[in-house]
């Protein structure tokens, strides 16, 4: 039967009111309807209409999130039965994280899986996602250091397992990084990793947090977080980076034995760098050219180089002239004097290809190579630092 008949039919029936109301809300707008509706003294009527009424102010710019969630939270207990509180709070949640009112959100959606203790597992995920969004580079609005902290301190138990964990275990670590506040970062991150179980995202955490002793001067407290947050079977990148930091730090403790222990199996440039630098204060220049060879294996066959890559193979030219290493001098001329962006930087490399020193005449070249050679170093070192992970 036709909704014009049925109101024919029962002009006073409420029930056909809204039906109504939220049809023809649904082309033409009705919002008057709606709110005439959601002063109805039927309960359930009421709540219905002030809902969508609300939605549809929402859906037309004509409200906020927040203020849609304020409008209804006002619901949540004018109409309790057939499944919708519980749709409602999950929506209310939505809209207050949509807001950028993320602590409001999760303190509702932990409220509600108190209350319906069968639907835990599926509001965990939510509450992970409201997390989530709130921590994200872009979110907005921009939480203040001391709401961060205590957002990701009373939140830990969302950190999910696994790859997914660690990736939002990043992302907190990587803003925590950020906070200028290094030791409410540092104490934050060492309460986060005193509540996780083994796994990525307390291997994240302990990484992060033996980064910023390292970056405070003690090699010895960053150790220290590396070995309490030690898993077995975490994912190469992770355990590459935590093994970098290792070395770091022990490098701060003059250890250069096991400093080079630990880069040797490293692949990535940081760790290449940083061998090589260690190499070359050893002065084992050509080990340190070595340890510089993936980096230089992974250059594009042809075209021009960049700034990075170029100061790459001079430092690499570097190295051969002072390990005397003259066939290597020949074939790093021959591929990539012409690649070099810039005359400036391909007369370097020419300096650095020319004949070793055999008499009094060559010792001003002799130290325009070391000079050099020193540059280079801490050009390439300060470069590569800047991609190599946690600070």
Do not use: C
């Not at 980076?241 to 440039?269: F, G, I």
């Amino acid at each position: 039967m036709a909704l014009g008949t049925l109101e024919g039919t029962f002009p006073s029936d409420r029930h056909l009111a809204l039906a109504r109301a939220m049809t023809a809300d649904a082309g033409t707008p009705s919002l008057a309807s709606l709110d005439i509706l959601a002063n109805s003294p039927d309960r359930r009527i009421r709540a219905r209409a002030a809902g969508r009424a609300a939605e549809s102010r929402l859906a037309r710019g004509l409200a906020d999130p927040g203020g849609t969630a304020d409008a209804l939270e006002h619901l949540l207990y004018a109409w309790r039965e057939d499944g919708t509180e519980i749709a409602l709070r999950e929506r209310v949640a939505a809209l207050r994280s949509q807001g950028g009112a993320p602590r409001p959100a999760l303190a509702l959606l932990r409220e509600t899986a108190r209350l319906w203790p069968e639907r835990a597992t599926e509001l965990q995920t939510q509450m992970a996602a409201v997390l989530e969004t709130a921590v994200a580079p872009d979110a907005r609005p921009v939480l203040s250091p001391l709401e961060f902290a205590t957002l990701v301190e009373g939140n830990v138990d969302l950190l999910p397992a696994g790859p997914a964990g660690g990736r939002l275990a990043e992302m907190l670590a990587e803003r925590l990084d950020t906070l200028e506040l290094p030791e409410r970062a540092a104490a934050t991150l060492g309460n986060l990793a005193a509540k996780l179980p083994p796994g990525v995202a307390l291997a994240t955490f302990g990484t992060h947090l033996a980064s910023l002793r390292l970056a405070g001067n003690d090699a010895p407290a960053a150790l220290l977080a590396l070995r309490d947050s030690e898993v077995a079977g975490l994912p190469m990148a992770l355990h590459d980076t935590r093994e970098l930091v290792r070395a770091q730090a022990q490098l701060a403790q003059n250890d250069w034995d096991a400093a080079l222990a630990t880069l040797a199996p490293l692949s990535m440039p940081a760790a290449s760098v940083l061998r090589a630098t260690l190499l070359e204060r050893a002065r084992d220049w050509a080990g340190a050219g070595q340890a510089l060879d993936s980096m230089l294996i992974a250059l594009p066959p042809d075209g021009l180089l960049d700034q990075l890559q170029a100061i790459l193979v001079l430092r690499i030219a570097s190295d051969a002239a002072q390990a005397r290493d003259e066939t290597r001098l020949q074939s790093l001329q021959q591929r990539f004097h012409e690649r070099m962006p810039g005359v400036e930087l391909a007369r370097l490399l020419e300096l650095l290809i020319a004949k070793p020193v055999r008499e009094t005449a060559d010792l001003t070249r002799a130290g325009r190579e070391a000079t050099l050679a020193r540059q280079l170093s801490g050009q390439l070192n300060a470069i590569t630092a800047g991609k190599a992970g946690p600070r």
